[in-house]
């Protein structure tokens, strides 16, 4: 039995579940009365993986660490929760940034809002709230008492470089920026110890940003109207493309997508009314070739995930929704630079236990 050559007969990916939901933790609060309102059950808000562990943000404000157990040999290894913390006034987490070679987490949380809002209804909710970045060790999800939480945050971006070093520490310094309404601020982590180095002031009455990813001085960002490029070195600013092509409203969120493929490139996506159009740019914000390389991957609006070969073009699988009656809402594609393992059976079969002899080798003693 041969196995076919060509790629294309073979999907590059799978769909695998690796955790059902939310465990939702008896805390055994005896001043809630019968009358009391019944708080709606907690969600997951985001994720992030590492090696055999996944690290969960919900919308209570807790943050639960899952661990690969494999304690019986005869059943599939599964996800378990090891530990659980819960953030400061218990606001939902909104993202979730792992530095490997630091061993910390970087969790924002924030106001959380659903549902399709104008330009100005969410200008004036991002005004309102107070976005924290908060500090954890790992894999403990111990807090940093080192570092105080960075306030009034609206997104923030960690340079690409340093979340693609290693998982082994080394103490190097890693850089990230927190966009705020009025300007963006720069800092460094070394030594469990944040150092403020500078703030570029943005435009007056400039939009709220909404997502932003940087690779090195490159910091790529996206408001409710446009994806803009700075340069933090010379502290320059520039549009590049609308979010939207067409303003005719659409009957889902039409949200902004930005990735980090290579050193200093991004993807950005633009809608057009009929499809999103895909640009390559550099951080001079010039057009190029055209995250998983050779592939690119898209969630869209109906829960199916299409993967696109980026030579080509061309789409060379998709991964239709769930079914109905076991719909588990997808929220999003999630990129885990470092990897992560996932539970598999295959080649299971070809695997049993087999008795080893072992022989002592006999030690010659010279006289």
């Known amino acids: 039995m041969s196995t076919s050559t060509n790629p294309l007969d073979i999907p590059p990916f799978q769909v695998q579940p690796l955790i059902p939901g939310v465990v939702i933790e008896d805390k055994g609060d005896s001043t809630r009365n019968a009358s009391s309102t019944t708080p709606s059950p907690p969600r997951i808000t985001c994720a992030q993986a590492l090696a055999s562990e996944i690290y969960v943000g919900c ?30 006034n218990e606001k939902p987490i909104d993202n979730i940034i792992i530095l490997p070679s630091l061993s910390r987490l970087l969790v924002q949380s924030g106001t959380y809002f659903l549902g399709t809002l104008s330009s100005g209804n969410l200008s004036r909710i991002l005004d309102t709230l107070d ?4 500090f954890y060790m790992l894999p403990s999800l111990d807090p940093l008492t080192t570092i105080k939480p960075v306030r009034n945050v609206v997104t923030f971006a960690v340079d690409h470089r340093h979340l693609q070093r290693p998982a082994v520490v080394v103490n190097e310094p890693v850089e990230f920026s927190v966009i705020k309404r009025t300007g963006i601020a720069m800092f460094l982590i070394r030594n469990d110890r944040l150092f403020y180095q500078k703030e570029i002031p943005l435009p007056a009455n400039s939009p709220p940003a909404l997502l932003a990813k940087r690779v090195g001085h490159a910091l ?14 010379q502290a320059s600013l520039y549009q590049l493309l609308p979010l939207r092509q067409v303003v005719e409203e659409t009957p889902w969120e039409v949200k902004p997508v930005i990735e980090v493929i290579g ?22 914000g010039d057009p190029v070739r ?7 991957t898209s969630l ?12 080509t073009q061309s789409i060379v ?3 239709p929704p769930p079914a109905a009656a076991n719909s588990r809402a997808r929220l999003g594609l999630v990129a885990s630079l470092q990897g992560y393992l996932v539970p598999s059976t295959n080649s299971s079969g070809k695997m049993r236990r087999v008795k080893v002899g072992l022989v002592r080798k006999s030690v010659e003693v010279e006289t």
Do not use: K
């Open 131 to 134: 976005r924290q970045i908060h």
């Open 263 to 284: 050193e200093n490139e991004f993807l950005i996506l633009s809608w057009t009314g009929a499809s999103a159009l895909g640009v390559f740019i550099t951080g001079d």
């Open 290 to 296: 055209g995250l998983d390389y050779p592939y690119v």
């Open 59 to 88: 919308s209570n404000g807790e943050l639960i660490r899952y661990a690969l157990q494999a304690d019986d040999p005869e059943v599939l290894e599964s996800y378990m929760i090891l530990s659980r913390q819960s953030l400061p």
């Open 220 to 233: 790529c960002y996206a408001d409710n109207e446009y994806y803009n490029m700075v340069d933090l070195e």
């Open 317 to 319: 699988q998709v991964v």
């Open 300 to 311: 869209l609006p109906n829960e199916t995930i299409e993967v696109h070969s980026v030579e």
